[in-house]
């Protein structure tokens, strides 16, 4: 299974910005590192993926460091419609199938 | 494009029934996954296909549960005999292989065993 590990709950204020750390010791060499969002009675959807540094789209940016250990999926100034789950998928070395899986997922609440 | 399509959207059933629910990828995309939710275990990968054969097939829980691919526009996961600890929400997500980590997902089917 996929090794990662995500805070369970983060609360925010609108306007502030979410940073969500996952952790991933054992991720693959060669993978992308995945987030998703999912809402309530919704599927996930897909928010950003990267493989080192830093990537950024109109959602939000992900920041992996050098030795890929860990990601932080940032949000920008959030608002009451960035509440909703956020999942980190990272495939452990030794395993084919931790890319598909989810873990978790850290549950955001944004209160005005 | 219509995107993922999940039929149906909700399903209520007597234990022992046999149940079939349904998926159509987003036309061009050659990976195919079904997953499961629930409160307590959380979105579970059931199965996954790529050019409609099944690749890995590992998280099915039981042989109650079979899934299919005849064809790259159609999907279908069984279950036969259902249980009451079936109910879940299942959701059919595609990919295309050249950047598989991005799926779409479908809005899913509530299922509920009684």
């Known amino acids: 299974l996929a090794k990662t590990t995500q805070p369970i709950s983060m609360d925010s204020y609108e306007g502030q910005e979410v940073n969500i750390t996952c952790s991933h010791n054992?991720?693959?060499?060669?993978?992308?590192i995945t987030w998703y969002q999912q809402f309530p009675s919704q599927g996930p959807r897909f928010i950003i993926q990267?493989?080192?540094t830093k990537v950024t789209n109109e959602v939000a940016s992900l920041f992996i460091p050098a030795d890929r250990k860990s990601s932080t999926l940032s949000l920008p100034r959030v608002s009451l419609s960035d509440t909703a789950v956020y999942y980190c998928l990272g495939r452990d070395e030794a395993d084919s199938w931790g890319k598909f899986q989810f873990g978790a997922g850290t549950q955001v609440v944004v209160t005005p | 494009d219509a995107g993922v399509i999940q039929s149906p959207r909700h399903e209520v059933t007597e234990m022992g029934q046999e149940v079939t629910l349904r998926c159509k990828p987003i036309?061009?995309?050659?990976?195919l996954f079904w997953y499961r939710q629930t409160m307590m275990r959380g979105l579970e990968l059931l199965i996954y296909f790529n050019n409609n054969v099944p690749i890995d097939d590992s998280g099915m829980p039981e042989d109650r549960f079979s899934a299919k691919m005849p064809n790259a526009s159609f999907s279908t996961l069984k279950i036969q005999p259902s249980e009451p600890r079936d109910s879940a929400v299942y959701f059919c997500?595609?990919?295309?292989?050249?950047?598989?980590?991005?799926?779409?997902f479908g809005p899913g089917t509530r299922l509920t065993v009684t």
């Open positions: 036309s061009g995309h050659d990976y």
């Open positions: 990267g493989y080192k």
């Open positions: 997500a595609s990919s295309s292989g050249t950047d598989s980590y991005e799926q779409y």
């Open positions: 054992n991720i693959a060499t060669n993978d992308y």
